[in-house]
C-alpha cells in the first residue's frame, strides 16, 4: 500500500501545485481589481458594511476601499483608529458622566440598563479594534478559500454570498431603524403627556425640550443649540449601530462560513453513486481540514464578540421581561416595548440559528457517505468519516457556549423559567391586594 | 475485493428490480382499492382521525375519503381548505374579541392563559395547513415503504398498526370527553353557586344563563338564542378538539415510525446465529438509511406542531401548577382541576414516551449486530453498527429539543423545581399570615 | 480467516458444553443446599434481609428461606402475599384517614409531607409485589452468573459480597433506628414542653398521653389501650422500615452488579502482557454481553423502585431544607432536625454512588484495552472495546435518569439553588423586618 | 503481522531499557542535588511554595528542603505535621467559639459566612494532610515524566514551568494581600463611622480598640494585649493563606499537567509530513497513557481539595451577590465589596481555564493525526486516535463535576439567573416602596 499512498501523494503534489499556479495567477489579476471584484468572496460581501462601519468607528482597518483584501490591513496610524479613537473619548465622556449621574442617584436593577448599554459598547468598540488587528491573518486564507471554492470541482451556489448578506442586513437595518425612532416617539409622548398633567405652562412641550431632557448629561458641558442636539443624536446612534452591527456581522461571517459549508457538502453529494478514487477523498479531506482551519482561526478572533453580543442580549430580553407585566402608561409606549423585545428576540434568534447553520452544514457530508458502496469503503474515506464527526465546527464565546440550537434552547427555557416566575409573583401580589 | 462488491452491487440490482416490479403492481393492485385496503399501513391506520379532522378544519387535504394515498393531494381549491378558513376566521373573531376584552382590563398572569388557548389553536390550524402541503410527500415514500415491511422478510407484529391507534386515540378522547364536560359542569356550579349567594332572584340559575355569561364574547354579536348557544358551544369544542388533536397526531406519528424501526430491528434479530452475506448486510442497511430519511422528512415538517404542542403543554401545566394551593369554593372544582391537570401531564408524557421509542427502536439492532460471530464480522456490519450510532433518530421542535425520555426528564425536573419555589412561598406566606 | 473463526466456535462450543455441565452439576449440588451455600452468591447475601422484609410485608415471595434460589417464586396464594395484603389495607385505611384529616384541614405545603409518606408507602408496597413478580426471572440467570464468576478464571473478590452488604445494610439501620428514635423523643418533648406552658393540669405529660396524640388517627376507630399503641407503634415503624429497605435494597443490588463487573475487569487486567487468542477475548466478550443483559433485566425490573426512591427523598429533602431557618424551641427538636437531615443526604448519596460504581466499573476493562500490544490487536479486541463504550450500563429510575454522579451532581446544584434563593428571601425578610 | 510486531517489541525494549538507565543514571546525578535541580521539574516550581505553606500549617510533609522529591514523605512524626496540628487546635477553638456566639444569636443566612468560612478552613487543613499522605506516591512517577520529558525528543517549553507557576503566584498573592488589606481597612472606617456618629466619647476611636472588636473571640480567652492582637492577626492570616492557597495549588497542579501535555502534543506535531514508523506511534502511545495515568493520579488525590474549593467559592460569590444591591455607608465600603467580588470571580475563573487547559491540550495531538498520510495510517495511528478521544482527561470534584469551560459556564449561567431573580425582586421592592 505504501507504494500506492507514494503515487498518490505525488499526484496531489503536482495537483496542488497546478492549483496554487492558478491561484497566485487570479490573484495576480484580482490585484488589477477587475476579476476578482466579480468573484462572489466574502470579502465582496462584507465590504460595503465594513465601509458603513468606518463611518462609525468599528472594525479601523486602513485601505478598506481597496478591492483587494491583501491591501487591507491594521495600521496603528490611520484614519480609521483615528475615528475610533474619537469615538471611545466621546463615548467614554458620556459613560463617565452617566454612570456619575447613577453612583449619586444610587445604582439599582433598574436605571443600570442605560449604564450597562454604555458600558457594552465601549467594550465592543475595543473587541473590533482588538478584531481588525487579526483581521488580515483571516482574510487572506478566506480568500484564498473562496477563490478556491468559486470553481469548479465545486458548484456555485444559486444565490450569491453578497445577495445572501445583503437581504439580511438591510432587513435587520430596517427595523433597527424603526427600533430607533419608535424610542424616541415613546420617549417624546411620554414627556409631553408627562408635563401636560403636571405643569400649566405648556409651551415646554416641543420636541427641542424634549431632546433637552434626553441629552442632559450632554447638556451639562456643551450650551443647548442645533450642534449639540445634533451631536446627542449622533452619539446615541452611534451607540445603537454598534450594538445591532455586533449581532449583523456574527450573522454575516456564520452565512459566509456556512455557504462554504453547504458548497463542500454538495461536492460530496455530486460524487454518490461513481466511483472515487483515494486520491480524490484525500483532496476533498484537505479541504475540509483548511475549512474547519479557517472556522475555528475565525472563532479564536471573534470570541470576544460572540461573548458579549450574547450575553448582552439575554441580559437586555431579561430585563425586558422584567416590565412585561408592569402598566404602561400610553399605547405608543406598548407598542415601542412589544416592538423592540420582539425584535430583540427575533435578532438572538437570528445569530444562534445562522451560527448553528455551520455546525450543521459541516454534518451534511455525512450522510452521503452512508451511501458510498462497500468496494470503494477505504481507509481514506473512514477517516473523512469518523473525522466530520471528532470535532465541533463553529462560532463560541470563548468556547463556554457554542452558537447551536442546543444553546438557544438553554437561553429560552431560562428565559420562560424565569418568566413563569415572575408570572407567579404577579399572580401572588394581585391575590395580596385583593386581600388587603 | 472489488470484484466481489461488483457482484454484490449487481446481485442487489437484480433484486432491487424487483422489488420495484413487486412495488409496482402492488401499488396499481391498490389503486383498484381492493388489497391495499387490507394492508396494515400508517395511511390506513391514520385515515379515519382525518377524516374526523376534516369536520374540524384541521389537515385540509383533499380526497381524504379515497384508499389510495396517491390521491390525497393538498389543493387550494377544496373544500377542507375552506372549511379551515371558516374555522381561522370565527376563530380570529373570537380570538380578537377576547383580545380587545382583556387589554382593556389589563393583561394580567391569570386571565392570560384563555387568550393564549385561543392563540395557540389559531397558529394549530396555520400549522396544520402548512402540514397538509407536505402531506403528499411524506406519505408517498412512507406507504411505499410500508408496503415494502408488510412482506417476507419482514414479519408483521402481533398487534396491527390500526389497532394500536385505535386504543390509543380513542383512551385519549374519551378522557377528553370527560375533561370537556367537567370544565362546563365545574364552571355552571360556580355560577349557580355564586348566583344563590349574591343575588335574591334565584331565576337566573338555569344552565341557559350560565351559557349566556360563558359565550358573553360571542353573544355581543349575535342574539341570545338557541343558534348562538350552540354555536358557541361548537367554536368551542373546536378548539378543544383541536388542543387534543395535537398531541394525538404526534402520537399517531410515532406510533407508526416506531412500529417500523421495531419491525426492522425484530429483522436484523432473526439472523442472530446465521451466516449473512454482505450483501444482505448491504440491503438491511439500505432499508435503515431509508427508514432514516422518512424519519427525517416526517421530523421536517412536523417540527411547528410538535414545538407549539410542548410549548403549550408546557405553559398550561406550570399555569395550573400555580393554582395548587389555592383553596377551591366547591368540591366540582377539586375534581376539575385535579381531572385536568393528571390528564395533561399524562397526555405530555404520552407524547413523549411514545416519541422517544422511535430512537429507542432505532437503537435495538445494535445489541443484535454485538452477536455477530467475529467470522461474519465484515466492514458493511461495522458501517452498519456505526451508522447506528452516529445520528439521532427522531422527532424534535425545529431540533431545539428531541422528544425523548431525557426531556420529559427535564421538564419534569424544571417543573418540581418551580412547585417547591411554590411550596416555599406558600409556607412562607403563611408563616406570615401567622405572625399577622 | 471463516476457517479459522469456524475452529474457534467449534472450540467455544465444546468449552460452552463444558461449563454447562459443570453448572448442572453444581446447581444439583446446590439442590442439597450443601455446597451452593457456601458459595458467594447475591443470593446467599440478600437472603437475610428478604426474610426480614417479609415480616413488614415487602417483597412477598414463597420458599424464602429455601436455601435454593430456583424454589423461591411469586406466588398468589401465599403467606407472603397475604401479609403484605394485611399491610395494604392496614395502611390504607391509615392513609384514607390522614387524607381524610387534611383534606378537612386544607392541604398546603406543610402538611402534607405526612400524606406523602403515607402515599409514597403504600406505591412502594405495590411496586415490591411488582418486583417479586419477576423475582425468579430474575434469579435463576443473576445465580447461573454468580456460580460461573466464583470459579476460576475469575478471582474471587477480597472481601466477600455477603461481608460487604452486611456492614452497609447494617450500618444503614442502626442510623435509621436512631432517627425513627430520635423522631418519637423530638415529638415526645416538644408535647410535654408544650403542656407544661399552656396548661396547669401538668398530669397529662406522660409518653402514653403523647402517644394518644401522635396516634389520634389510628384513636379514632380504636379503643385507647395498649394493644392500639403498639399497633400504632408497629404500623408506624412498617412504614419506616419500608421506607429505609426501599433505598437499601438499590444499595445491596448494585453492589452485587458492581462486584461482578469488577471481577470481570479484573479478569481482563490479568492478561495484560500476555498473548491473547481470539477464542478467548470471544469468551471474555459473552461474558461481558450476559453481564450488560442481567443488568439491564435488573434495571427493567427495578425502574419503579428507584424512580419513587429518587423521587421521594429528594422531595423530603427539599422539604426539610424549608425549614432550615426557621427557629425550633427545643435542643432535642434540633438534634432531631439536622440529624434526619444528613442521614437523607448520606442514604440518597449512598445510592447514587454505590448505583454509579456499576458503570464505572463496566468501563475499568478499557484501560487494559490500550496495553494490548499491536499484534494483539484483533477485530474481536477492537469489538470489545468499542461494546465498552457503546452502551450506558447501570440503574435508571424508568431511564429518565441514570444513578451516575452526574445526576447526583445534578440534584445537589438544584438542592443549592434551592437553598441559595431561600438565604436571599430569608436575608430579606430580615431586612423588612428591620425596617419595619 | 506477528512477526512485524514481534521486532518492534523487541526494539521498543532495547529503547525502553536505555531510557531507564538514563533515568537511572539521571535520578543518581539528582541525588546529588546538583544537576536535578537545574531540571525545570514540576518538583523544583512548586517546592518554595510549599515550604512557604509548611509555615501555615499546610501539606505537613518532611524533608521539603530536600532537593530530591524522593526524600519528601509523609511522616507522622514530624515538624510539619506538628504545625498542622497547632492550627488544627488554635483553628478549632476558634471555630468551636464562633459557633457557639452563632447559636445563641440565632443562625441566619447573613451571620453564616463567618461561620463556613472557619469550618471550611479545618475541613482543608484535614484535607491537605490526606494529600500529603499520597504526596510521594504521586511525586514520583511525576518527577520520572519530567525527566523524561525535559530531553530530547521532547522539547522544552519557551518559559520554563517555574517562571510560569512565580508569575501566577506572585499575582494571586499580590491581590490576596490587598484583598486583606482592605478587608481591615473597610472594617476600621465602618467602626469608627458607627463610634463618631453614636457615641460622644470619641476617644475610642483606635485602631487598636477597633482589633479589640474584630477579634472579641480571641479576646474572651486571653487578655487584650499586643500578644493576643498579633496572635488574632496572624490565626485570621492563617485561615486567608490556607483559602487562597487552596486555589492557588490548584492551579499550580493544573499548569504543571497542562504544560506536559502541550509537550506532547508538539512532539506529535513535529511528526507531521514524515514517515513514522509504528514503533514510534507505540511509544508515543505509552507516553500518553503514561500522562493519563499520572493526571488519573493525581485527581483521585486532589479531588477533595478541588470539591472544597469550588463549593466554597461559588458559595461565597453567591453570598456576596446577595449585597449586590444594598446600599453600603461608606465609599471604601464600596471598593472593598467590588475589589473582594471581583477578585473571587477572577480566581474562580483562573482555577477553572487552567483546568480546563489539560483536557484542551490533551485534544491537541488529534489534529496532527488527521494530517497523516494515508500510507503511514496503520492500526497503531487508529488506537492512539480513539485513545485521544474515549476517555476525559482533568481534574474534578469527586467526578461529579469536573474543570471544564463548561463547567465554568454552569456555573456563570446559574450566578446569572439568580442575579435576575434578585434584580426583579429588588425591582419590585422598589415599585412596593413607590406605592406604600
Given amino acids: 500500500m505504501s507504494k500506492a499512498a507514494d503515487s498518490i501523494l505525488k499526484h496531489l503534489k503536482v495537483r496542488r501545485q497546478k492549483q496554487r499556479a492558478i491561484l497566485k495567477m487570479r490573484c495576480q489579476c484580482a490585484k488589477g481589481g477587475l476579476e476578482f471584484e466579480q468573484l462572489d468572496t466574502f470579502y465582496r460581501a462584507i465590504r460595503p458594511y465594513l465601509c458603513v462601519a468606518q463611518l462609525f468607528g468599528i472594525m479601523p482597518v486602513s485601505n478598506i476601499l481597496s478591492r483587494d483584501p491583501q491591501d487591507v490591513k491594521f495600521k496603528v496610524r490611520s484614519i480609521g483608529l483615528g475615528v475610533t479613537g474619537i469615538f471611545l473619548i466621546l463615548g467614554g465622556l458620556k459613560t463617565l ?186 483532496d476533498i479531506r484537505r479541504d475540509h481540514i483548511r475549512l474547519c482551519e479557517l472556522t475555528s482561526l475565525v472563532d479564536d478572533s471573534m470570541s470576544s464578540i460572540v461573548f458579549v453580543s450574547c450575553a448582552n442580549n439575554v441580559y437586555v430580553i431579561c430585563n425586558q421581561a422584567l416590565a412585561i407585566f408592569t402598566k404602561l402608561r400610553h399605547p405608543i409606549n406598548y407598542v415601542y416595548f412589544w416592538y423592540s423585545l420582539i425584535f430583540l428576540l427575533a435578532r438572538t434568534g437570528l445569530v444562534f440559528m445562522t451560527g448553528s447553520r455551520i455546525h450543521d452544514a459541516s454534518l451534511l457530508p455525512l450522510r452521503s457517505l452512508y451511501m458510498v458502496p462497500n468496494g470503494d469503503w477505504t481507509q481514506e474515506v473512514q477517516r473523512f468519516a469518523s473525522q466530520l464527526t471528532s470535532e465541533f465546527v463553529g462560532l463560541s464565546g470563548y468556547r463556554l457556549y457554542y452558537l447551536t440550537r442546543k444553546s438557544l434552547f438553554g437561553i429560552l427555557a431560562t428565559l420562560v423559567t424565569y418568566e413563569l416566575m415572575l408570572l407567579q409573583l404577579d399572580a401572588k401580589s394581585h391575590k395580596d391586594l385583593r386581600c388587603a
Same sequence: chains 1, 2, 3, 4.
Fill in 97 to 282: 458622566m452617566g454612570a456619575n449621574l447613577l453612583f449619586n442617584a444610587g445604582l439599582n436593577a433598574k436605571n443600570m440598563v442605560g449604564l450597562v448599554f454604555l458600558i457594552v459598547g465601549i467594550v465592543n468598540w475595543l473587541n473590533f479594534v482588538g478584531f481588525a488587528r487579526s483581521w488580515s491573518q483571516i482574510m487572506l486564507p478566506w480568500s484564498s478559500l473562496d477563490i478556491l471554492m468559486l470553481f469548479p470541482p465545486y458548484k456555485r451556489c444559486k444565490r450569491s454570498l453578497r445577495s445572501r448578506v445583503n437581504i439580511v442586513v438591510l432587513t435587520v437595518f430596517c427595523f433597527a431603524i424603526g427600533d430607533h425612532i419608535l424610542y424616541y416617539a415613546s420617549g417624546y409622548i411620554s414627556y409631553s403627556m408627562h408635563i401636560r398633567q403636571c405643569q400649566t405652562n405648556h409651551s415646554r412641550i416641543t420636541f427641542g425640550h424634549y431632546l433637552e431632557k434626553e441629552f442632559s448629561d450632554i447638556m451639562v458641558l456643551l450650551p443647548c443649540n442645533m450642534f449639540s442636539i445634533c451631536y446627542g443624536f449622533w452619539l446615541n446612534g452611534s451607540f445603537t449601530v454598534l450594538w445591532n452591527f455586533m449581532d449583523i456581522f456574527i450573522v454575516i461571517t456564520s452565512i459566509g462560513l456556512s455557504q462554504r459549508f453547504q458548497q463542500f457538502a454538495d461536492r460530496v453529494l455530486a460524487l454518490e453513486g461513481r466511483h472515487v478514487p483515494d486520491a480524490l477523498w484525500y
